[in-house]
């Protein structure tokens, strides 16, 4: 489990191609990464979870979400093909390693064409889930929390159970994705507090991943550092599909 703000590590220089990004057409980003007092671009990375470089989309009313991967070019740099599905602002997360250096993640913007507004009126305005009980893809995903209501300053713990939406049986074909049992990403409702956790129950090392099955319970650990709401998504692989699921939950003041 990781929390972490906005880095002031290395350096990721966001480019689009084309510059002036469009809703629901594809555009490539570029990073280049540089070192914070040399300048010079940094090629050696760690892969943690399978990947060198995790990347979150998220929209900064909280309501649209992506996980992808850029590929290292031969020149060191990142790279990735996307879109976005509406005109507004959004969050990019960079969630890096750099050989020698500290796991960190790196904030920055991308606002698109056609956006009328101003960021303020855009920002996220959550309402609390008061039933943490949603079906995606046919799979029922209910969530408990412990302790039950959570409190700022204080690690929470995220209890899964996937089952089947029509049977209620429960799952047990949960595929590992990307190195874990899940993966799960949350934000304050302002954008400022960044969690990525993984499950406490752990995929085995040097086994064959494509004969290892989980479920139905899956649980992460996760640490809301200040009163607020925040918005969890957490995603699953089961059949080659990654599902998705969405929650939101305040902390109230310790």
Not at 103 to 122: C, E, H, I, M, S
Request: net charge neutral; with cysteine; charged share 20%.
């Amino acid at each position: 489990m990781a929390k972490k703000n906005p880095s002031k590590g290395s350096k990721p220089l966001l480019k689009t191609n084309p510059a002036l990004v469009k809703p629901n057409e594809a555009f490539r980003l570029t990073f280049d990464i540089t070192h914070p007092k040399s300048g010079n671009l940094v090629k050696d990375f760690n892969v943690f979870h399978d990947m060198p470089f995790h990347l979150f989309v998220v929209s900064q009313d909280l309501n649209y979400f992506s996980h992808i991967h850029p590929t290292q070019e031969s020149d060191g740099r990142f790279s990735i093909e996307t879109a976005v599905p509406t005109a507004g602002a959004y969050f990019i997360f960079c969630d890096i390693f750099p050989v020698g250096g500290l796991p960190q993640v790196v904030q920055r913007n991308l606002v698109t064409a056609g956006f009328k507004g101003d960021l303020y009126g855009q920002r996220a305005r959550l309402s609390v889930d008061e039933v943490l009980t949603k079906p995606v893809s046919g799979i029922r995903v209910d969530l408990t929390l412990n302790p039950d209501r959570p409190v700022s300053g204080k690690n929470v713990t995220l209890n899964y159970r996937l089952s089947n939406e029509m049977t209620k049986e429960p799952l047990t074909d949960l595929e590992p994705y990307l190195g874990a049992w899940g993966h799960t990403l949350i934000l304050s409702e302002d954008g400022r507090d960044y969690i990525h956790s993984h499950p406490s129950q752990l995929v085995p090392e040097g086994v064959d991943r494509s004969k290892l099955r989980g479920g139905p319970d899956v649980s992460f650990e996760a640490f809301l550092p200040r009163a607020g709401r925040y918005r969890i998504w957490s995603q699953f692989q089961r059949n080659s599909e990654v599902i998705t699921v969405s929650f939101t939950v305040e902390a109230k003041l310790y």
